[in-house]
């Protein structure tokens, strides 16, 4: 391990890192974090497997073939533990448990979440304001509020001299509307309670599904806004819940906006 950790980059431990968290990207999330190149991104994840830096693999779909999905291997785990200076059992990590998931029925929404941050990491490598402060994985933020609010992650974004917190509710479309309503009272709870002010982020997968939650989350006792998969979560895509605007707006932009019914 000693040769092999003595040939990593600064950006192979961050790769490492990342994966300790957050536990598997696939190669393009990866690619937009760290890589000028999906090819670039490619050969050098290839010889992270080889070095067993990195293990991957290929979640089966009946339609087409899924990408490399990236997990830590032995050595990556070792890597990390040292630079942190706990012992690898520590990491919680074990090769069978990274992957086992393959055959998670929740890999699908723990990727999709992971993508959201890894849109908004990328951005902020191609633009000199823009950082992602901060990115706790569902499991970081159950483990802190998990007896109010159960989010997908939590954030802190920074552009252009804006900061705006926010907790993500990544979409599926598996719950009911009324669920999804229901979640909102934690985060009021929360607000009360908390000095620091939030947005809840709901991230939809199509028109139809966010049109539709919108009207189910209503006039929300929180700053809430909506979006849809596909898009750049930095960007113009913001609608927040209660306005009568239609004008989306870029997640910094949110900072400094005061929904209906929600005091500033």
Known sequence: MTSTARHLTDRDRYICSLLSEHR???TDQIAAVA???PISARHRLSMLYRLRVLDRFRPFRRVGTAPNHWVLDAVGAMVVAAERGVEVEELHWRRDRALGLADSTQLAHRVGVNGFFCS?????????DAELRLWWPERRCRATWGEVVRPDGYGVWADAGREVAFFLEYDRGTETHE????????YA????ASKDPFWVLFWFPGPKREAAARKALGSAP????????????AGGVWLPVGSTESRRHRLAELAAVVPPGVEG
């Open 120 to 128: 908004l990491l990328g951005a902020a490598r191609r633009a000199d």
């Open 35 to 37: 890589f000028d190149s």
């Open 24 to 26: 598997v990207l696939t």
């Open 189 to 192: 709870t929360m607000a009360t």
């Open 222 to 233: 929180v700053p809430v806004a909506t979006g849809r998969h596909g898009e750049a979560p």
């Open 179 to 186: 669920r999804l309503a229901a979640k909102l009272d934690g």
